[in-house]
């Protein structure tokens, strides 16, 4: 999975645990293991869910600031509604 360049520090340090991507497909597998940097992830649940539903809470473990910084940044793909369905991933750094 690629993350942009700024969030490297914060997913090594254990600040970013989640991540939402505008996916057609799955692009990762649970228990996949991904190069981040200078340190490795592992996926450890991915479901899929509608942009509105995303808490408060999960958009802070992705590393934004707020809902909109969020449909933003995964927008990168194609506009997301609140009905979008993204995959919602969560990791933890293993390395």
Not at 7 to 31: F, N, S
Not at 57 to 69: H, I, L, N, Q, T
Request: cysteine-free.
């Amino acid at each position: 999975m690629v993350f942009s360049r700024e969030l490297h520090d914060d997913i090594a340090a254990g600040d970013i645990t989640l991540t939402y991507r505008l996916w057609q497909r799955p692009q990762a597998k649970v228990g996949g293991r991904y190069r981040v940097g200078r340190v490795e992830i592992e996926v450890d649940d991915m479901t899929r869910v509608p942009f509105a539903e995303i808490s408060d809470g999960d958009v802070r473990r992705a590393g934004e600031p707020d809902r909109e910084a969020l449909r933003q940044r995964a927008a990168h793909a194609g506009p997301i509604a609140d009905g979008t369905m993204l995959y919602r991933i969560a990791f933890h750094v293993v390395g």
